[in-house]
């Protein structure tokens, strides 16, 4: 059996230097796009389904732009999170991606189902995790929570990086000082906070202007018509996006199956790697 080994790698990717991790050996491409918030990256994101994944997929969970992972900070961000999808665009054709499976989760799942909406040859199937983004482009309140409240009061600081991983998972056991102290490290590296800062104000404008989101941002009308199979995981004692707000968006996407997994918060592939890995590669392979 080959060892399936977690690669670090850079692509040019639209000019952006951009870094992403790799794991498995020619199998069918899995693209894996992480959710927002400081620290975030590819291999924080999707690092513990990695190794499951690889036996059957190449993964590449790449860093988006926006401060996040090792990718350039200083990579311009104008619309948001709609430059994250460019990015995307941009890094599948830097790596000769014609067709792939695509995962993301919060808001990596927005910017998945973006990139599907935008280019639906270049993704054969999409699976989304947990996402207010989609929520609220589905036209759905988002009500308050204790993630987001934590998410927003996040200061530069080691605690508020703790207090930030604690919210995201579930087994807070999970929550080492190794974890923190990566996330810290890439959250703090030189340039991100003012990369975070940028990418904010740049998905407001994305958000706001009459020209750009009812047409963009918003997918009432494109995202339940998308003719690529789809699935959708939910964790039970998801925190950030609040499973009383997935049972609206599991509504508002009749056609598209849900998977609500037990003892998992916002990221419930890391909370439940096990559950979750199944999931997709039953889907997936399928």
């Not at 992972?69 to 619309?79: C, I, L």
């Not at 999970?174 to 810290?184: H, N």
């Not at 009432?220 to 039970?236: A, N, V």
Request: proline fraction near 6%; charged fraction near 20%.
């Amino acid at each position: 059996m080959v060892e399936n080994i977690v690669r670090s790698r850079y692509v040019m990717a639209g000019g952006v230097r951009t870094h992403y991790s790799e794991c498995g050996h020619n199998g069918p491409p899995l693209v894996g796009l992480h959710g927002g918030g400081a620290g975030s990256s590819g291999l924080a994101g999707f690092g513990k389904l990695m190794s499951t994944l690889s036996q059957h997929f190449t993964v590449y969970a790449l860093d988006s732009v926006g401060g996040y992972g090792d990718t350039d900070t200083s990579a311009p961000v104008p619309y948001g999170i709609q430059s994250r999808t460019d990015h995307l665009a941009d890094f599948m054709d830097a790596l000769c991606l014609d067709q792939v499976l695509m995962v993301g989760n919060s808001q990596g799942a927005w910017a998945a189902a973006r990139y599907a909406i935008m280019h639906p040859d270049r993704v054969r199937k999409l699976c989304y995790i947990g996402s207010a983004t989609i929520a609220g482009a589905l036209g759905l309140e988002i009500p308050p929570s204790e993630g987001m409240r934590v998410l927003r009061s996040y200061d530069g600081t080691k605690d508020a990086m703790r207090r930030l991983m604690d919210v995201l998972t579930y087994d807070k056991s999970a929550v080492t000082d190794e974890l923190v102290a990566g996330r810290q490290q890439a959250a703090s590296r030189p340039g991100a906070a003012e990369a975070r800062e940028a990418f904010q104000e740049g998905t407001q404008r994305f958000q706001s202007d009459p020209r750009l989101g009812p047409m963009a941002y918003d997918m009432r009308d494109t995202l339940p018509k998308l003719p690529i199979p789809s699935i959708f995981i939910w964790g039970e004692e998801d925190t950030f996006a609040l499973p009383e707000m997935g049972r609206q968006v599991e509504k508002a996407l009749p056609g598209i199956p849900f998977h609500w997994v037990p003892k998992a918060g916002h990221q419930a592939q890391t909370d439940q790697p096990e559950i979750v890995g199944k999931i997709l590669v039953d889907f997936f392979s399928s």
